[in-house]
């Protein structure tokens, strides 16, 4: 069983940064990948980006490539979402996810874990 606990959003003018944190409870940490997701008001929950368990490799949804950065550190059960370059259409809530399986999920039906959700708010 793994608990996941994110934090970090907020509201942020146009341009501007935030960073996700989502810490995960229990000793298998390092085994998942984790990946996050976000929904938007009317919208289905979507894929974000992703990191593998082991090498560190890294996915992204096409519309955050060279924004976002998914990143880990194992010794802390910790995941991140650096998020550069905010935009008013990245406004949702966002949810970090630990899959258990390899390889690495980008959908949400393969993650079997999920924190409560932080949102993020874009302004112009």
């Known amino acids: 069983q793994v608990q996941l606990v994110d934090s970090g959003g907020g509201l942020v003018q146009a341009g501007g940064s935030l960073r996700l944190s989502c810490v995960a409870s229990?000793?298998?940490?390092?085994?998942?990948?984790m990946g996050w997701f976000r929904q938007a008001p009317g919208k289905k929950r979507e894929f974000v980006a992703a990191?593998?368990?082991?090498?560190?490799?890294?996915y992204y949804l096409d519309s955050v490539k060279g924004r976002f950065t998914i990143s880990r550190d194992n010794a802390k059960n910790t995941v991140y979402l650096q998020m550069n370059s905010l935009q008013l259409e990245d406004t949702a809530v966002y949810y970090c996810?630990?899959?258990?399986?390899?390889?690495?999920?980008?959908?949400?039906?393969?993650?079997?874990?999920w924190g409560q959700g932080t949102q993020v708010t874009v302004s112009s």
């Open positions: 996810a630990a899959d258990s399986a390899l390889p690495t999920g980008r959908t949400q039906d393969e993650y079997d874990y």
């Open positions: 229990g000793r298998t940490f390092s085994s998942y990948s």
């Open positions: 990191i593998s368990p082991s090498f560190g490799s890294t």
